[in-house]
Nanobody
Framework: QVQLVESGGGLVQVGGSLRLSCAAS????????MGWYRQAPGKQREVVAG???????TYSDSVKGRFTISRDNAKNTVYLQMSSLKPEDTAVYYC?????????WGQGTRVTVSS
């Protein structure tokens, strides 16, 4: 079965950095598109970044230039390097694996950016 486990969240000051990790199991990792989403309090879940199995990346406008998504297929892990963090980046961050058009989700990791 598909399992995605996020880690790396925490409390960080404005302008700081964090790296999130998502370890995947139960999937043919290198073939799957992966993504990071986030959900802030009182808001809908939104896409942050995506990476295809071939390594092509996409970003939302709100994080472009500040966040970097990457993957290590040997470790079945996808990363989200976040820098120049802002208070509006505060959210629960979720990893997703897109398998045949359906998203499978991790449990999320909380990121809080304090000013």
């Amino acid at each position: 079965q598909v399992q995605l486990v996020e880690s790396g969240g925490g409390l960080v000051q404005v302008g700081g950095s964090l790296r999130l990790s998502c370890a995947a199991s139960g999937i043919f990792f290198s073939r799957n598109d992966m993504g990071w989403y986030r959900q802030a309090p009182g808001k809908q879940r939104e896409v942050v970044a995506g990476i295809t199995g071939d390594g092509v990346t996409t970003y939302s406008d709100s994080v472009k230039g500040r966040f970097t998504i990457s993957r290590d297929n040997a470790k079945n892990t996808v990363y989200l390097q976040m820098s120049s963090l802002k208070p509006e980046d505060t959210a629960v961050y979720y990893c997703a694996a897109n398998i045949l058009g359906k998203n499978f989700w991790g449990q999320g990791t909380r990121v809080t950016v304090s000013s």
